[in-house]
């Protein structure tokens, strides 16, 4: 039996989780293939024209994993706390796949909405796991191991490193800081990013992202916004940025997002809004299937030099 | 103080009685014009939905005319709506305006909060006797608003003379802005009834059924969307839509402080479709399509600004909904560029579709 994950979206958040719940119910998983101009192209084919690249670029996911398993996993991510949700594209993404894309194995498309509670997660490994085991103490064994890698993930961010990158704490060093916010499957895809992060690397510049801090680091900025935004990823990002307001260690920031982000026009205006009131130098790159890649090293090696030149005036 | 809040359809005429009964200086918003989207262009991210830019230009040009305080009304998400305040306020801040952001959030969660901001526009004495009537009366008129405006679409496509509907039903609009009292309202409903019956009308028309959903405020407001349903009604065809101003009022704010589900028929025909609650309208525009063919409507058009969450999720939906129900679907997306010439053409050749299916439809029935 073979399970398939589209590697986007969701996937950088949470894919060992899934991939070693799955491999402890003895099923097969397969990720889709890295980010390719073919799959980037299938996606902006087959979805609806204007929906933005990140959600473009799942269904060409999908559509790379048909005829490889038996089953596709997409599930319903609704939110994972009570505070908020997940932007609602990614609510209503089973569906939109369903209605886009013909010749789909069965989909496994179960509800994540931890709302009332982290109970509700063992629900959802049971509902996910019951499809191909039948063995209840299997499914809490593999639940618990998958918990187990997932914290082993975190902790890879945590310890300031970027394991979806491949980058180890010693990899990530340089003059100047950069607070480099956006979701994670726009920051840690260097396709669609144009490896972003690695570019600023190999400027010599340090970058830190919203995984890097720690939930709670996260939660004690949660005041800072008179109305807490409705989305999940947005308002890791937006913490961030108060978190480092209020406690410095960067030189600038840098807000990454893709063309026509539904949330993002209020979360990037918000960033640039009150970085300007402190002074604080800001740099948004939007992406979409056109950003090019020279363009964007031009952009970021200009906005890295002025910040280097500041540094000295003072 | 100088009270103004944003404009949407024919809304301001009873939400300007309301605040002057309760004895602030009312500063109208003015009707969008291009001027007042290109306001909230300039000063908008560019990503910003349409609403939130016409809102946004709104504000800029009713604090130009001195306004100090501004009324609006949040949400609760997931959709960005419930979230425009919080941006503009600060947008229009850094543009250099003082002014005071009052936001009605829904009644469910912060009942106290609305009761503090209703407080701070009570600026004379009135009893909660007056209140009610006031609130009552605006009521009624809105209801009124909507009945003529819901009579216009069923006149318009039989109409003899082009525009002459519009023409009659912008008068009775403003026969019922004047209305100060109840007797006055009646006296409008039978001058509707009288000016209505004088359009020239051809007998025997079966004119092609539209309806129109979408993103509320595109879909409430002409002005937004270029009186698209203008347009559909002089091209002959009949037009519907689910959302007036006063069922909008009482799904959102009324259900939602009894915890009812609004809308529940449409909500519930889009299961098998669209499986979760998104915000905004984006689920209700595919029930209601289902729901409109049943009715044995021709077409469905969904209006939805561009970048609008919801509808794009609902957009990648509903072609496959329309195919399945056998009724014809055109979705129109809207932002500062869209031209009303463009969307006069694309309306002309759906109508034009529409009008051989049926026909189509027809001979295989009789044959
Ligand atoms: S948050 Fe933005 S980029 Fe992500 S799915 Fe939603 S609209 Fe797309
Ligand atoms: S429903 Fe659409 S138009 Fe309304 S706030 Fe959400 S994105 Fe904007």
Known sequence: ?314 | MKVTFPYMSNSHIAITNILEGLGNEVIPPPKPSKLTLSYGTKYAPEFACVPFKITLGTYIETLEMGADTIVSTGGVGPCRAGLYTTLQEKILRNIGYEFEMITFEPPSRYLKDIIRNFKKLVNKKVSLVEIIKLIWFAWEQLTLLDEVELESFKIRPCEVKRGETTRAYRKIVDIIAQAKNRDDLKEARKLADKIYSSVDRYEDVDPLKIALLGEIYVVMEPTANLEIEETLGELGAYVERTMFFTDYTINNAITDLFHLKGDRDAKKAAVPYFNEMCGGHGRESVGNTILYAEKGFDGVIQVAPFTCIPEIVAKSILPTVAEEYGIGFLSISIDEQTGKAGIQTRLEAFVDLLARKRKKKREEKIA
Not at chain 1, 127 to 140: A, D, E, P, R
Request: aromatic share 10%.
């Open chain 1, 1 to 314: 039996m073979k399970v398939g994950i589209p590697r986007t979206l969701s996937y950088y958040t949470y894919y060992p989780m899934w991939k070693t719940f799955f491999e402890k119910l003895g099923v097969e998983v397969i990720i889709s293939d890295p980010t390719s101009k073919q799959i980037l192209d299938d996606g902006m084919r087959e979805a609806v024209a204007d929906a933005c690249v990140p959600i473009k670029l799942y269904h060409g996911h999908v559509i790379n994993l048909i005829n490889k398993v038996d089953y596709i996993f997409i599930p319903r991510m609704v939110s994972v706390g009570r505070e908020d949700t997940f932007c609602p594209k990614f609510l209503g993404l089973p569906d939109m796949i369903t209605c886009s894309l013909e010749n789909l194995p069965n989909l496994i498309t179960t509800r994540i909405d931890l709302k009332k509670g982290k109970l509700e997660l063992l629900k959802v490994f049971y509902s996910v796991g019951s499809i191909f085991t039948k063995n209840i103490l299997q499914i809490i064994k593999a639940a618990r191991a998958s918990m187990i890698s997932l914290k082993e993930y975190n902790k890879g961010f945590l310890e300031g490193g970027i394991p979806p990158l491949n980058l180890k704490r010693d990899d990530i060093k340089g003059d100047i800081t950069l607070a480099v916010l956006g979701y994670p499957y726009m920051l840690y895809d260097p396709y669609l990013s144009l490896d972003l992060i690695k570019k600023l690397l190999s400027f010599g510049v340090s970058v830190v992202t919203p995984e890097m801090l720690s939930k709670s680091q996260k939660a004690r900025q949660a005041p800072k916004l008179k109305k807490t935004l409705f989305w999940h990823y947005s308002n890791n990002v937006m913490r961030t940025v108060h978190h480092f307001f209020e406690n410095g260690g960067i030189d600038g920031i840098i807000h990454v997002t893709a063309f026509s982000c539904g949330p993002d026009f209020i979360v990037d205006k918000l960033i640039e809004l009150e970085s300007r009131e402190r002074n604080i130098p800001f740099l948004t790159i939007t992406f979409d299937e056109h950003t090019g890649e020279e363009g964007l090293r031009t952009r970021l090696e200009a906005f890295v030099d002025m910040l280097r030149l500041r540094r000295t005036a003072i």
